[in-house]
Nanobody, 124 residues
Framework: QVHLVESGGGSVQTGGSLTLSCAASGATSSLHLIAWFRQAPGKEREGVVGIYNSGGLTYYADSVKGRFTVSRDTVQNTVTLQMNNLKPEDTAMYYC?????????????????WGQGTQVTVSS
């Protein structure tokens, strides 16, 4: 079992920045993939960024490229999402997700474990 806890959400104005953190505990050595997803009201959950454990390959959604940066600390088992130049369309609940399979990173169905989520609100 893996337990994920997100932190760092909040409210900012357009152009502002936030940093989200995901702390993983438990059987973290079994993980092949970890990602951030987000879900806005009335919309499907979408992948924001995914990191494969093997080689550290990282993929971003087109909508956040150049604005969001992910980093991981394999000793502390944390993944940090730095979000800059935030836009109102970034408003959503953000979830950390982890998978014991190295599947397609943007498919929510590939993930075994999910955090509770942290709210990000960007006002214009």
């Amino acid at each position: 079992q893996v337990h994920l806890v997100e932190s760092g959400g909040g409210s900012v104005q357009t152009g502002g920045s936030l940093t989200l953190s995901c702390a993983a505990s438990g059987a973290t050595s079994s993980l092949h993939l970890i990602a951030w997803f987000r879900q806005a009201p009335g919309k499907e959950r979408e992948g924001v960024v995914g990191i494969y454990n093997s080689g550290g390959l990282t993929y971003y959604a087109d909508s956040v490229k150049g604005r969001f940066t992910v980093s991981r600390d394999t000793v502390q088992n944390t993944v940090t999402l730095q979000m800059n130049n935030l836009k109102p369309e970034d408003t959503a609940m953000y979830y950390c997700a982890a998978s014991t399979r190295a599947g397609v990173w943007r498919l929510a169905a590939n993930y075994n474990y999910w955090g509770q989520g942290t709210q990000v609100t960007v006002s214009s």
